[in-house]
């Protein structure tokens, strides 16, 4: 079984993506409905730029999150000013890397369903007396929210697997920010780490898989309720 | 109950400007596909912003512009049923029914049950929308749009997307909510029948402009003039009562200008009006009563206008008050030597006078 430091790390790990999660789902949301129904000349640009970090090597998302949230960077020094803290090299910066790197995903599944809810049903709900936002909350929503699931568990999927952002960005700090993927290299790269590493792999793998399957499970779900 | 709009509107090559006034209570909007009437509707249903507009429902002004009021859709308490019923397909029969703000208090009210009751709905209260069929998913609509108690109703072609036997019966229906339930209504359509049954004024739009504005009866009364014969599909579309049924005969006998018209027999009872289309080649002309005729139809008639054309002469009739429009070959004409003023017999078939219900 686990040793008590891989516990701490998949424990790490989970409370890592689930944060992500948690605070990128808002903005993912809002994001998704925008680039899917707004009609300018500048969203291929915003869409654009919110899928940059699907492509950019994480290594370089994380250089350019750290020159954002670093010491020296203007929302660090601005953290700094006020707090007295730091975000680079905390359980925080962890969370900022695996959000980041997950977020097109989760917009991308959003989009997609927004896009698939007939925009008449939005407008007869107006017409009926519901304003932009109740019919969002009452119609848009939750005929998308297959693709919201889908999105958010792609995204925890994706921020469990994040190394290259995470490992520029909050380092390797056993109990703080090591979590599955950096132990994993850490253990790669001692001389006795290979039972290690199986153990890891392994929870990785069957992590990811549940997820999959939940978000699978969830989304026909969600279908079969909606009648369709 | 009264609308007034005045609506530019250009977008994509097309043009719509419109003017007019009406006191309804039920206003038909009547075109071909593309004449502009869908585009009319969603402008006074807030769905469409117009660039140059002013619309007010029962004298309150929900559109200004430029520079003036801009009243929301969901502020307008005008709520809109189209073809496609459109229910929510994630909530139930009857959280479709109480959408509307308010609209669940309204279902408990004694005005709510006779919605239902007058819409049939109660049966399928309690059934998914994906489980229904079309007519009762329009039904479902149609109560929906009701229980949101809007000061008018816009309907775009509810009865399109149905079979002839559907259409039919959801035309009742709206017939009955007028009926019982004294609702004002925009109703946009392309059946003439249904602008008749259903519209006490009407517009009849065509390439985005108004081209006329009267009881359906009198402005459909002369398709040609206003360029919808081909919609209207007959030359001449009366509306008249029923005298009396000849059930030995095989006729039912309407009145046409003081005179009967023995058309085929129909359910509607005495006193009632039915819609009958007329086609200007179906009527024949003579100048004398004929004699031993099969047609049941000789209706002593007055030209009142001929118009030659290429290779068809146009006569207008008059029977009583009602104005009819017959065609006849050039050389018909020259031989009868008809002539403005000239008294003649129109000989109509029973088989021709087309009930439009």
């Given at each position: 079984?686990?040793?008590?430091p891989?516990?701490?790390?998949v424990r790490?790990s989970?409370?890592?993506?689930g944060w992500?999660?948690?605070v990128s ?17 500048l969203?291929a ?6 899928m940059?970090p699907?492509?950019?090597p994480?290594?370089?998302t994380?250089?350019?999150l750290l020159?954002?949230v ?7 020094s601005?953290?700094?000013a006020?707090?007295g ?7 925080g910066?962890c969370v ?5 790197v997950?977020?097109p ?9 927004v ?5 008449k ?6 017409s009926?007396?519901?304003g932009?936002?109740?019919t969002f909350?009452r119609?848009?929503l939750p005929?998308?929210?297959?693709g919201?699931?889908?999105g ?6 994706r ?9 520029v960005l909050a380092?390797?700090?056993?109990g703080?920010?090591r979590?599955?993927?950096?132990a994993v290299y850490t253990?790669?790269n001692?001389t ?6 199986m ?5 990785s ?9 939940a978000a699978?499970w969830?989304?026909?779900r969600?279908?079969?309720?909606a009648?369709? | 109950?009264?609308?007034e709009a005045?609506?530019?509107h250009?977008f994509?090559?097309?043009?719509l400007?419109?003017?007019?006034e ?5 206003v038909g909007?009547?075109g071909a596909?593309g004449?502009?009437k869908?585009t009319?509707l969603?402008?006074?249903a807030?769905?469409i ?8 429902v029962?004298t309150?002004?929900?559109c ?6 801009w009243t929301p ?9 189209t073809?496609?019923?459109l229910?929510?397909?994630h909530?139930s029969?009857r959280a ?14 004694d ?5 239902i009751d007058?819409?049939?709905l ?5 059934r998914n929308?994906g489980?229904?069929s079309?007519g009762?998913?329009?039904r479902v609509?149609l109560g ?7 000061e ?8 399109s997307?149905?079979?002839?036997e559907?259409a039919r019966e959801v035309?009742a229906?709206?017939?009955e909510v007028?009926?019982?339930l004294?609702v ?5 359509t392309h059946k003439a029948?249904e ?5 006490d004024d009407?517009?009849?739009l065509?390439e985005?402009?108004l081209v006329a504005?009267?009881?359906p009866?009198q ?6 003039a206003?360029?919808?014969a081909?919609?209207?599909?007959v030359d ?8 009396r049924?000849?059930?030995e005969?095989?006729v039912?006998l309407?009145?046409l200008g003081?005179?009967?018209l023995a058309?085929?027999l129909?359910?509607a009872?005495?006193?009632q009006?039915?819609s009958?289309?007329?086609y200007?080649?179906e009527?024949m ?6 004699a031993g005729?099969s047609a049941r139809n ?7 206008q ?8 146009l006569?207008?009739l008059?029977?009583g008050?009602?104005d009819?429009?017959a065609?006849?070959t050039?050389g ?5 030597g008809l ?5 003649a ?5 029973t088989a ?6």
């Open positions: 079984m686990l040793t008590e891989e516990i701490e790390v790490l989970a409370l890592v993506a992500s999660v948690a789902i808002v903005p993912g949301i809002l994001l998704g409905w925008l680039l899917a129904r707004w009609r300018s000349p969203r640009l915003l869409q654009g730029t919110v940059l699907l492509v950019l994480p290594v370089v994380g250089f350019l020159a954002l670093g010491r020296s960077g203007p929302l660090g601005a953290w700094e006020v707090t803290g730091r975000i680079a090299y905390t359980t910066a900022i890397a695996a959000a980041v997950g977020f995903l989760m917009v991308e599944g959003i989009r997609l369903s896009l698939g809810v007939d925009p049903l939005e407008m007869v709900s107006r009926l007396g519901r932009r936002l109740s909350l119609v848009t005929l998308a929210l297959p919201v699931i889908g958010a568990v792609l995204s925890f999927a921020a469990l697997g994040e190394f290259g952002a995470t490992i380092g390797n700090i056993e703080e920010t979590t599955i993927p950096v253990l790669m001692s006795d780490g290979e039972a290690g590493v153990r890891l792999v392994a929870v793998v069957a992590m990811s898989l549940a997820a999959l399957l699978g969830l989304a026909r969600q279908r079969a309720k009648g369709r | 109950m009264s609308i005045r609506v530019h250009a994509r090559g097309f043009t400007d419109v003017k007019f009406s006191a309804g209570p039920v909007v009547f596909s004449s502009g869908t009319l969603n402008c006074v807030g769905l912003k117009p660039r140059d507009a002013k619309i007010a029962n309150r002004v929900v200004n512009r430029p520079g003036g009021t859709p969901e502020r307008r308490k005008l709520a809109i049923v073809q496609d019923p229910l929510f397909p909530l029969t479709n029914l109480t959408y509307a703000p308010g609209a669940a208090d309204a279902l408990e009210s005005s709510g049950w006779k919605i007058v819409l049939r109660k049966p399928l209260l309690q929308p489980n229904l079309g009762e998913k329009q609509a929906r749009a009701l229980l949101s108690k809007p008018m109703l816009l309907l775009d072609e509810p009865t997307a149905l079979d002839a559907l035309l229906l709206l017939l007028k009926r019982s004294s004002a209504m925009l109703f946009v029948g602008l008749m049954a259903l519209a009407c517009i009849v065509s985005g402009k504005q009267g009881p009866v402005v459909l009364s002369k398709p040609r206003i360029g919808v081909n919609l209207v599909g001449n579309l009366l509306r008249l009562n029923v005298v049924h000849d059930e005969g095989g039912t309407l009145d003081g005179h009967d058309a085929p129909c359910a009872e005495a006193g009006q039915v009958v289309g007329l200007a080649d009527i002309l003579c100048l004398e009563s004929p005729l000789a209706l002593p008639c007055r030209v009142t001929i118009d030659a054309m290429d290779h068809e002469v006569v207008n008059r029977i008050a009602t009819l429009l065609r006849i050039p018909a004409a020259a031989e009868l002539d403005k003023d000239t008294q017999v129109a000989v109509i078939k021709a006078c087309h009930l439009l219900g």
